[in-house]
Nanobody, 124 residues
Framework: VQLQASGGGLMQAGGSLRLSCAASARTLSTYGMGWFRQTLGKEREFVAATSPNGAITAYADSVKGRFAISTDSGKNTVSLQMDSLKPEDTGLYYC??????????????????WGQGTQVTVSS
């Protein structure tokens, strides 16, 4: 089981980026999917999550209203649309899969499949 993240890059504050996470159809239908980010010296931070097949979504307070997580079952991808980017959004972004609940969605330990990170850098 593999997750493949892509779409990171360098963007000015106020701009937009879209991250994608490629997964198998079985993964998307079985597990909740999450996006986390990490900067040097800090713990991995929850960004957004979705239930299997994308029925329910949840966001960290810091990104609510700016980021949107979505599932495309036809393409077997989970995307993170990031708008109104801020310098504090800079980090290495990871997608992950796991048997999460509304209470555990923000806990990295509840995810057992991780993709490689994709770097997002937002300049001021």
């Amino acid at each position: 089981v593999q997750l493949q993240a892509s779409g990171g890059g360098l963007m000015q504050a106020g701009g937009s980026l879209r991250l994608s996470c490629a997964a198998s159809a079985r993964t998307l239908s079985t597990y909740g999917m999450g996006w986390f980010r990490q900067t040097l010296g800090k713990e991995r931070e929850f960004v957004a999550a979705t239930s299997p097949n994308g029925a329910i979504t949840a966001y960290a307070d810091s990104v609510k209203g700016r980021f949107a997580i979505s599932t495309d079952s036809g393409k077997n991808t989970v995307s993170l649309q990031m708008d109104s980017l801020k310098p504090e959004d800079t980090g290495l972004y990871y997608c992950a899969a796991g048997r999460i609940t509304t209470r555990t969605k923000a806990d990295p330990a509840m995810y057992h499949i991780w993709g490689q990170g994709t770097q997002v850098t937002v300049s001021s």
